[in-house]
């Protein structure tokens, strides 16, 4: 691959890590990852906006930071479907293993967005281990149900958050924190 495309690629990865606030080791590592991805051509035939998002958002992964493909993909305007594809690739042939975020993460991730008291979020994440240690949240999405622990925490400490606020923040509708936070109750 020419030297221009790497630069492009590693521009795009260092402006996505701009756009979203990205911490200093998750920006190392997705470079690191689109080189090796450029280098072993396991991205060949993938345009730069592909290979930036996915190193993007493999190394988010990586390092347990809540982001969604859809995200990086709508900053760098990459296509979800070559993105996917290009995903599956990187993992496979790098032997790269990620895991899923949990609660805790989306919950760190949410509060400091909705500018939310330390008392609140220690209650919070009390109830996501609860929720955890009785079998609750198997099966559920960890974002909703870092929301819905926020909510129901702030309605507990009577400072109640808009259900709207956290909603829009943690990018799921408001029914589903509603409903999840009546069963946390």
């Given at each position: 691959m020419s030297e221009l495309y790497v630069r492009r690629v590693l521009?795009?990865?260092d402006g996505v890590s701009r756009e979203f606030n990205l911490p200093p080791l998750v920006i190392l590592e997705a470079r690191d990852i689109a080189k090796k991805a450029i280098i072993e051509e396991v991205a060949f035939g993938f345009r730069p906006e592909?290979?930036?998002?996915v190193s993007v958002y493999v190394a988010c992964?990586?390092?347990?930071?809540?982001?969604l493909l859809r995200e990086v993909i709508s900053v760098v305007k990459s296509e979800r479907r070559r993105a996917l594809s290009l995903y599956k690739r990187v993992l496979s042939y790098l032997g790269i293993s990620v895991g899923v975020p949990k609660p805790e993460d989306h919950l760190y991730h949410i509060a400091p967005k909705l500018n939310v008291e330390r008392d609140i979020i220690e209650h919070a994440v009390r109830l996501l281990s609860e929720a955890n240690?009785?079998?609750?949240s198997v099966g559920k999405n960890p974002r909703v149900l870092a929301a819905a622990a926020l909510y129901t925490a702030?309605?507990?400490?009577n400072k109640p958050i808009p259900v709207k606020n956290i909603a829009n923040v943690s990018r799921v509708t408001t029914v589903a924190v509603k409903l999840l936070s009546k069963r946390l109750l």
């Open positions: 521009d795009l990865v592909d290979v930036a998002a992964r990586r390092h347990r930071v809540p982001l240690k009785t079998g609750f702030s309605i507990l400490a």
